[in-house]
């Protein structure tokens, strides 16, 4: 009887956590506030949106000086994947007055976070984020996905190999579209398509060392795509 309703009590658990996803699978609310209270942008100011998952809001926690005192707005999430992303584009980007979008995503499609994405569906997110940015004239840097030689959380899926034939594709699609393409990957590749100990403290996330790797990269992209 106890094993049973010990059971019943984790059943009703998982099913409130699941009911609470579903309500708001994108997490609208981790950034409702924030973008209520952001100001439109001053006259001539050029609002940059950070895009992304742990990747991206890991470099505001570990070097928050980058972001100070410019317009620069951070929006990733952790965990993330691109549908996720997607869902959101509009509140986290195109409704807070961005000028430009820096696109940072898909290491956690392949990781499987939300279940089972191929490489083309990844690709075909970034794709519909990319033209919803044009539409309402936003430009669009779209990232490189980071090197990962193996997922500490989910092992075995070889991130390794299928990150760099995802860059591919998307540098593919940037070069066709006429849209900028960030290279990240070779600049913190150790040469087995993984990170350094030094740039990565567990393989994926980078260290304040790996984010002063990717910061001038960052900003030579912005001042290209404003010109």
Known sequence: MFIRKSLTAVFLLLLSNSSLLAQDWANFQEFK???EALPA???GE???VFMGNSIT???LNTHPDFFKNKPYVN?????QTTPQMLVRFRADVIDIGAK???ILAGTNDIA???GPSTLEMILDNIKSMTEIAQANGVK???CSVLPAFDYPWRPGLEPNVKIPKLNTLIKNYADRNGVYYLDYFSALDDGNNGISKENSYDGVHLTLEGYKILEPLVEKAIKKVLE
Do not use: F
């Open 57 to 59: 809001i890991g470099w």
């Open 100 to 102: 430009a979008v820096v």
């Open 140 to 142: 669009v840097i779209l």
């Open 41 to 43: 942008p001053e006259p």
């Open 112 to 114: 499987g976070n939300t």
């Open 33 to 35: 506030v924030a973008n």
């Open 46 to 48: 050029h609002r940059i």
């Open 75 to 79: 929006r990733g999430i952790s965990g």
